[in-house]
């Protein structure tokens, strides 16, 4: 090939690969959601407009530093670790895989993210991090408005039940305690069947008023969300005729009203679950605070998790997990190595938990 047609064919190929990268640019630079990229050392080598859009920073204040700055505490003191973990063990916790987390602009608040982390190894043999981050503060807002409504319509519900039906049945518990009086008097009988009926109407009053109180929403103080999950094993038991038992190794307060409801429906739904689709007859609600967070564990000895989850169990789990979210902490639902299920929420523990 003559030189100069050498010489050509290089600039072409220089000329595309320039195109090539200015395009790429481009294309970061105009996406949505903020891109950053990484080093091993977690020093932030690139950041498109959407990041400063987001965390509030120049692009050459973040550009050199640690990628810890854009996190609150705990997490910043926690990331490197993280890292340096992945790079010793090749485990991968976040690596390929889309996670809610929180971040931090540069006014100090928070806010929640999905992140998604992808791993790139250079010709040169030097590894990079990128990280896509989409901000949720709307959705996260949305679903808290869902998760109210909800609470307030089980709440009118509750009402409802307690106002009306529980007062029907009492009245008519009533009326045939009355009648059962005269049956009696008469020597009739037929008083033996209207005491089974009477009977049946209390218990029937008994499980109406615990159902009201369950749709109700849960009013905490400090030490209430214990209280309420104490009634809750209680109410379980009795009502289903099954062991549950509520513990904790050390008094846990929580302060956060929101974070207490939370936490209680959680529970609550898991042991429905426990109950109705795992045919569990002994069930253990465990709350602690260890490490910063706020733990709560329900176990059970049901049939374990089926491969194909019972119609209408989906629902719950998803909302267990949604709950756990907006309280910036995790579910776990696991099968237990002696049978049975294990539900472990973590959350971080609110400012004025003491």
Excluded at 184 to 210: C, D, F, Q, W, Y
Excluded at 269 to 296: M, T
């Amino acid at each position: 090939m003559p030189k100069q047609s050498a010489q050509a064919s290089i600039a072409e190929l220089q000329d595309a690969l320039k195109a090539s990268e200015q395009r790429s640019a481009a294309i970061v630079e105009t996406a949505v959601n903020a891109i950053i990229t990484i080093d091993e050392h977690c020093i932030i080598e690139t950041a498109n407009s959407a990041t400063e859009r987001l965390f509030g920073y120049p692009r050459e204040e973040i550009v050199g530093k640690n990628i810890s700055m854009l996190m609150p505490e705990p997490y910043r003191a926690r990331h490197d670790s993280y890292v340096n973990n992945y790079l010793r063990s090749g485990v991968k916790r976040i690596i390929g895989i889309g996670r809610e987390v929180v971040g931090q602009r540069k006014d100090g608040s928070v806010f929640p993210i999905d992140l998604s982390v992808g791993e790139a190894l250079l010709p040169s043999g030097r590894r990079i991090f990128t990280g896509i981050i989409r901000d949720l503060t709307e959705r996260k807002a949305l679903e808290d408005k869902i998760l109210h409504i909800s609470e307030e319509e089980q709440s009118r519900i509750g009402q409802d039940i307690h106002d009306d039906l529980c007062q029907q049945l009492a009245a008519i518990s009533c009326l045939a305690k009355v009648a059962q009086k005269s049956l009696i008097k008469a020597g009739s009988p037929e008083a033996h069947s209207l005491e089974e009926i009477v009977s049946l109407v209390t218990k029937a009053n008994m499980r109406a008023r615990e159902t009201s109180r369950g749709l109700m929403p849960v009013v905490l103080d400090a030490n209430g969300l214990m209280a309420a999950l104490e009634e809750l094993a209680d109410n379980t038991a009795r009502a289903h005729e099954i062991t549950c038992d509520f513990r904790y190794d050390n008094p846990v307060q929580v302060n956060d009203n929101k974070t207490s409801v939370q936490l209680f429906r959680i529970a609550q739904e898991a042991v429905s679950n426990a109950v109705k689709h795992a045919q569990a007859r002994r069930i253990d609600i465990h709350l602690a605070r260890q490490s910063g967070n706020i733990v709560l564990t329900v176990r059970d000895d049901g049939t374990g998790i089926p491969e194909t989850p019972a119609k209408g169990t989906g629902m719950g789990l998803l909302t267990m997990s949604h709950r756990a979210q907006m309280m910036g902490g995790t579910i776990h639902v696991l099968p237990r190595p002696t049978g049975g299920t294990q539900v472990t929420c973590s959350v971080p523990a609110p400012a004025k938990l003491q």
